[in-house]
């Protein structure tokens, strides 16, 4: 964990544990750029998070816009009228 005097970064793993998300929503959401990040030694290699990330409301993931929403019944099994 790289410290600053006046920013802290945390690894994707850090702030996955200290936001009680999975470490997998935070790569995701690194990837579709709701988190910020900062890259120490530039583009290509390890992303870091603000620590302040932790104190900004974060956006569920059934919130998402775009995802189909899909039903839990296969499409063998629906009788006349989809979910």
């Known amino acids: 964990m790289a ?3 006046d920013k802290q970064l945390l690894t ?3 702030f996955a544990a200290k936001s009680h998300l999975s470490l997998s929503t935070v790569r995701r959401r690194v990837a579709e750029g709701s988190l910020p990040t900062y ?3 530039g ?3 390890a992303v870091r ?3 302040s990330a ?3 409301k974060p ?3 059934d919130v998402a816009g775009d995802r189909k929403v899909r ?5 063998w099994r629906r009788r006349r009228r989809a979910c």
């Open 3 to 5: 410290q600053n005097d």
């Open 43 to 45: 583009k290509g290699t």
């Open 49 to 51: 998070i603000p620590a």
């Open 59 to 61: 956006v569920p993931d």
């Open 39 to 41: 890259q120490p030694g």
């Open 54 to 56: 932790l104190e900004s």
């Open 71 to 75: 039903c839990s019944t296969p499409h």
């Open 12 to 14: 994707a793993a850090e």
